[in-house]
């Protein structure tokens, strides 16, 4: 459509108004321009004055929302998308007879921005705008972190942002919008969002400054890392989870809220229908698979996974050592009379149970040994009392965390399905992931074990679950409580009316600039709902998964990065003649 027609379509006093009011936005932009002194900013002053943007005004940023899956509302495509800067729908193309171009002649909608690339267009009329009150837009569809603002993250005292309607919210902290059925999912997003290298890795692993419509943000340009070439080519699931870890930190949010919806939708999708937006799951074990298939897509594919090394392993992965020897039982039959009545089954006469009745190995007998990665350990819960106190009420049990992590000691033995076996740690992760098993089930039932875990938030010592050898270096094993994922349902039910929630704290360590020292808080999330808490009480929620920090893993796990990423990079480099 030619410029006259648009004009004439127009009243020439609205016509008049409009020109004068943007000229009058121009000089004052080419002198705001002189102040802040942007990258690229004289280019956009001297483009400023020779174009009339008249509907720049018409933005309503209150209405725009990312988060969402980046589908066309009429034609349900997700090729060539543009968002409505007006209202905030997407619409697929600019050309004509396309919906975009339908939905500005019908809404009289003129501004429109590529999700792709962020460059925004003055629809019908199908030209570039660049204007530098767009920035604050663009860095929404591309959010990037410099090593300064990351090394700020974890400051004592750490910045407090505003949303557009000037409510105050903490980056990283902020809540998760339920899908339907997604608490479950919320809660493990939450767990892993809080990880400081994996958090790292991710936000590092940003879109290149160059594709947001040549427009830099106030912060500057960011450089893009060997991390950010990794994301940019992965898969899918990959590239939408670090977006939605750097949603989760922006700074610069519009709302003090996030929506997972297009991570969840690649989640259903990559899973085969596994987990569902609209079926709540179990949080371990969607988180054992999402762990898995982050490694695997970083990888690079099966072979690649089950030999190199990513931000998912360098974190969570460890390694345990399991003895194992197959049961052996009398049959019944025997005819035998010197066999021992009270030693029913033969255990004890074949060695494989002491005189107080707990298993053991029969030395005599074959014991296989496999030394076995995990990414997070399942400890037993002790069974809960069958029959109630003196005052007829059910008790309430509790156990220590010492206790049930004496499964990895490498003494106690565990018999099941036929088979004792006997556990140590060989190799302990700098991010420890413990998972209670609170649910069990048989072909009839399900049952939900209550017990409430005694747990300290700092100096949980793993040194007498761990081999040592005189060989290797000493090893740090002690761990502070990183997040705290807990489970409550109806009592007497086992998953009626079930809520999930992800306790995490503020950090007291961090950039070492910044001269102030706070001690850190904690904060419960349920989906949207955010409190404080006390740490001393964090322990009387029926915990389900917790992962553990060691110390000072953030630098090891930095380094570790920093070595594969050189190695890598090293050896893709053609070497000289």
């Not at 919320?186 to 936000?203: C, D, E, G, W």
């Not at 931000?311 to 390694?319: A, D, E, L």
């Not at 102030?516 to 904060?523: G, Q």
Request: hydrophobic share 35%; aromatic share 8%; proline share 5%.
């Amino acid at each position: 459509m030619s410029d006259d027609r648009r004009t004439g379509a127009e009243p020439d006093a609205k016509r008049a108004r409009l020109e004068q009011q943007a000229e009058a936005k121009g000089k004052e932009f080419k002198q705001s321009i002189s102040e802040t002194q942007l990258p690229g900013a004289e280019s956009l002053a001297n483009s400023s004055s020779v174009r009339h943007d008249l509907y720049l005004d018409t933005i309503n940023r209150s209405q725009l929302d990312f988060d969402f899956e980046k589908v066309c509302c009429v034609s349900l495509s997700n090729v060539n998308i543009y968002a409505c800067l007006v209202c905030g729908k997407y619409f697929q193309g600019r050309g004509r007879k396309t919906p975009a171009y339908f939905h500005s002649i019908n809404d009289e909608h003129h501004v429109f921005m590529n999700l792709s690339n962020a460059r925004v267009y003055i629809l019908p009329e199908n030209y570039e705008v660049q204007d530098i009150s767009l920035s604050d837009i663009q860095y929404q569809i591309s959010i990037t972190f410099s090593e300064k603002q990351i090394r700020q993250l974890d400051a004592p005292g750490g910045k407090i942002s505003r949303t557009l309607h000037s409510h105050t919210y903490r980056p990283g902290f902020v809540g998760l919008n339920n899908m339907g059925a997604s608490d479950a999912f919320n809660v493990v997003i939450q767990a892993l969002a809080h990880v400081p290298p994996l958090r790292n890795y991710f936000l590092r692993g940003g879109t290149p400054a160059a594709s947001r419509g040549n427009i830099e943000f106030r912060q500057g340009p960011v450089e893009v890392d060997e991390a950010t070439g990794a994301l940019l080519h992965s898969s899918e699931l990959v590239k939408r989870f670090a977006m939605l870890i750097r949603r989760i930190w922006n700074p610069h949010s519009f709302k003090a809220q996030v929506s997972p919806h297009e991570f969840l939708q690649e989640i259903a999708h990559t899973s085969q229908g596994r987990f569902k937006l609209t079926e709540q799951a179990d949080p371990v074990e969607f988180l054992g698979w999402l762990l898995n298939r982050l490694h695997h897509d970083l990888a690079g594919g099966s072979s690649a996974a089950r030999k190199c090394s990513t931000i998912i392993s360098r974190c969570f992965q460890g390694k345990v050592r399991v003895e194992s020897q197959n049961v052996i039982v009398r049959t019944g039959l025997e005819e035998d009379d010197t066999i021992d009545k009270l030693d029913h089954d033969g255990r004890q006469k074949g060695g494989q149970q002491d005189q107080h009745g707990n298993a053991k190995f029969n030395i005599e007998q074959a014991i296989s040994m496999n030394i076995t990665p995990f990414l997070f350990l399942a400890v037993d819960l002790p069974p809960p009392p069958v029959f109630q106190d003196a005052a007829k009420e059910n008790i309430i049990p509790q156990t220590h965390i010492s206790k049930i992590l004496s499964k990895f000691d490498g003494s106690t033995f565990q018999e099941a399905n036929g088979v004792i076996r006997r556990f140590h740690l060989t190799n302990l992760p700098p991010y420890l992931i413990l998972h209670f098993r609170r649910f069990t089930k048989n072909r009839f039932v399900e049952e939900r074990n209550p017990t409430i875990v005694n747990f300290p938030t700092v100096g949980l010592d793993m040194e007498e679950y761990v081999e040592s050898s005189s060989n290797d270096p000493p090893l740090e094993t002690v761990y502070s409580l990183l997040a705290n994922i807990t489970h409550e349902a109806t009592p007497g039910t086992v998953r009626e009316n079930s809520i999930w929630r992800a306790q995490v704290h503020t950090r007291a360590d961090g950039d070492k600039e910044t001269a102030s020292a706070e001690e850190e808080r904690w904060f419960q999330m349920q989906d949207l709902i955010m409190d404080e808490v006390n740490k001393q009480i964090l322990f009387l929620g029926e915990s389900y998964i917790q992962v553990w920090e060691r110390k000072n893993a953030v630098a090891e796990v930095e380094n570790d990065i920093q070595r594969l990423t050189l190695a890598r990079h090293q050896a893709h480099t053609p070497k000289s003649a």
